[in-house]
Each structure stands twice: as structure tokens, then as C-alpha cells.
T-cell receptor, first 114, second 113 residues
Framework: GNSVTQMEGPVTLSEEAFLTINCTYT??????LFWYVQYPGEGLQLLLK?????DKGSNKGFEATYRKETTSFHLEKGSVQVSDSAVYFC?????????????FGPGTSLSVIP | EAQVTQNPRYLITVTGKKLTVTCSQN?????MSWYRQDPGLGLRQIYY???????DKGDVPEGYKVSRKEKRNFPLILESPSPNQTSLYFC????????????FGDGTRLSIL
């Protein structure tokens, strides 16, 4: 079955450090891939997405590239801020017409210290 | 303001007492879904609905029921809650299916004693 694997953390970084959160997936066909972010006490918000191979999603300084050859969708940011402290979820959807499930990874907790 | 609204936000109740968590969206979205979030397990899909009167099971549907009589509402029903259903629950919606980003509610924290 489909699955998403991501580093669970927690990850602690100093402000302005480089961030990478690894995400790999297993799926049949050509899934859409997403990164969601959850700030404390809130629901998830879409951070970025990619719908086909080699697409690069980007938002708020975060980037991720859909790599079909390595089945990966790693999240990166060049310089993190304290306000980036949150839990980050990688997710995939096959979006087939017969069913439309979403599979989430376990989430990676990020703490950025001044 | 476009939003997904869940109620209640917090609930402590006892085993076996039926409860309903409401979910409403004001974006005319066709797709709605319920998830539960547990430490170390991330989000797991309970039920989803592609449109009015169309619902289907997610990965962890046991012990839950849903209905979709109107496009905007997608209540989650626990007929006989048990302690293993203690969790943080999220409702989400998207325009048409999960290839499009989902909008999430702020969550409902349920404690079943």
C-alpha cells in the first residue's frame, strides 16, 4: 500500500541555519505530494505542493522538488526563523476517481532557537 | 472569511455516551474528510466524502459514523465512544478531491474516560 516516511525529529536548529526534512514515499501511479505545517494549537495549513515529477513547490522560503527517481520530496529552507517552529507533515494523494485517500507522514517537529 | 469550523473544540465524556462533532465549511467544497492525530502516528484518515450523499471509509473507520446530507456539513458521530478514541480530531475540505490542497479546521480534542 501507499506510505510516507519522514524523519520524526524533534529537530532543533539555531536561527538562520539551513533546514532539510527528508520525506520519501511509496505509491503506485503518479501521486500529488504536499507539505503541510501545523503551528501550536492550530490545524494544518498547506505549505507547498507538487503534482508531477520534477515540479518544485515553494512558499515562504521553503522549497521541495518532486523526485520520482528517488521517490522523495524533501523540504528545505535556507535560513530558518524562530517563527518557523512547528510540526511539518509530508503527504501524498493518488486522487483516483474510485477513491481519494490521503496518506500523511508522522510529522517532524522543528524548534528554532534564537 | 473562508473557513472550516469544528465544534466543540474540547470535550471530556464517558465511555458509551454517544457524541457528535460537527464540521461546517463555507467554501462550497465538494470534498470533506475527518482525521485523527495521535502522537507518533501522524494523521490518519477516518472517513471522507466526495460529495453530498457519497461517503467512504479511510484507514481507521472502526467506531465512527459520518453523514453528508448537505454540502457544507460533515458531522462525525461516535455511537459508543471508548477510551481508545481519545485523540485530536481534524475536519478538512477541498474543492474537488485530494489532489487539491485541503483546508483544515482548528481541531477537536476528545477525551473519553
Amino acid at each position: 500500500g501507499n506510505s510516507v516516511t519522514q524523519m520524526e525529529g524533534p529537530v532543533t536548529l539555531s536561527e538562520e541555519a539551513f533546514l532539510t526534512i527528508n520525506c520519501t514515499y511509496t505509491a503506485t501511479g503518479y501521486p500529488s505530494l504536499f507539505w503541510y505545517v501545523q503551528y501550536p494549537g492550530e490545524g494544518l495549513q498547506l505549505l507547498l505542493k507538487a503534482t508531477k515529477a520534477d515540479d518544485k513547490g515553494s512558499n515562504k522560503g521553503f522549497e521541495a522538488t518532486y523526485r520520482k527517481e528517488t521517490t522523495s520530496f524533501h523540504l528545505e529552507k535556507g535560513s530558518v526563523q524562530v517563527s518557523d517552529s512547528a510540526v511539518y507533515f509530508c503527504a501524498l494523494s493518488e486522487g483516483k476517481t474510485s477513491y481519494d485517500k490521503v496518506i500523511f507522514g508522522p510529522g517532524t517537529s522543528l524548534s528554532v532557537i534564537p | 472569511e473562508a473557513q472550516v469550523t469544528q465544534n466543540p473544540r474540547y470535550l471530556i465524556t464517558v465511555t458509551g455516551k454517544k457524541l457528535t462533532v460537527t464540521c461546517s465549511q463555507n467554501m462550497n467544497h465538494e470534498y470533506m474528510s475527518w482525521y485523527r492525530q495521535d502522537p507518533g502516528l501522524g494523521l490518519r484518515q477516518i472517513y471522507y466524502s466526495m460529495n453530498v450523499e457519497v461517503t467512504d471509509k479511510g484507514d481507521v473507520p472502526e467506531g465512527y459514523k459520518v453523514s453528508r446530507k448537505e454540502k457544507r456539513n460533515f458531522p462525525l458521530i461516535l455511537e459508543s465512544p471508548s477510551p481508545n478514541q481519545t485523540s485530536l480530531y481534524f475536519c478538512a475540505s477541498s474543492p474537488r478531491g485530494t489532489n487539491q490542497p485541503q483546508h483544515f479546521g482548528d481541531g477537536t480534542r476528545l477525551s473519553i474516560l
